[in-house]
């Protein structure tokens, strides 16, 4: 588990009222999720999950999604925002 990322900078818009926002998200605290068996070799996902408020005072919130596979490797990632868009 200590390949995952501690830092994350995104680039996101408000749903709320369209501004642009950018912000650095440090010191992650990952969730483990579930571990599958994949062809003999384990695969792991795992989450952070992050949460920021839009100068309008909408709440943005962000889950950081990895899966490992093989251990020990990044395989893929995924970024989910609620109330905002990946930009």
């Given at each position: 588990m200590?390949?995952?990322?501690?830092?994350i900078?995104l680039?996101?818009?408000?749903?709320g009222?369209s501004?642009?926002?950018?912000?650095q998200?440090v010191?992650?605290?990952?969730?483990?999720?579930?571990s599958?068996?994949?062809?003999v070799?384990?695969?792991?996902?795992y989450?952070?999950?992050?949460?920021?408020?839009?100068?309008?005072?909408?709440?943005?919130?962000?889950?950081y999604?990895?899966w490992?596979y093989?251990?020990?490797?990044?395989?893929?990632?995924?970024?989910?925002?609620t109330n905002?868009?990946?930009?």
């Amino acid at each position: 588990m200590n390949m995952l990322p501690t830092e994350i900078e995104l680039e996101f818009r408000c749903n709320g009222c369209s501004t642009d926002n950018k912000e650095q998200f440090v010191d992650l605290v990952w969730d483990f999720v579930e571990s599958q068996n994949r062809q003999v070799v384990l695969e792991n996902h795992y989450v952070a999950t992050m949460q920021t408020n839009c100068n309008c005072g909408a709440t943005i919130e962000i889950e950081y999604h990895i899966w490992e596979y093989p251990v020990g490797a990044i395989n893929t990632d995924e970024i989910q925002i609620t109330n905002g868009t990946k930009i």
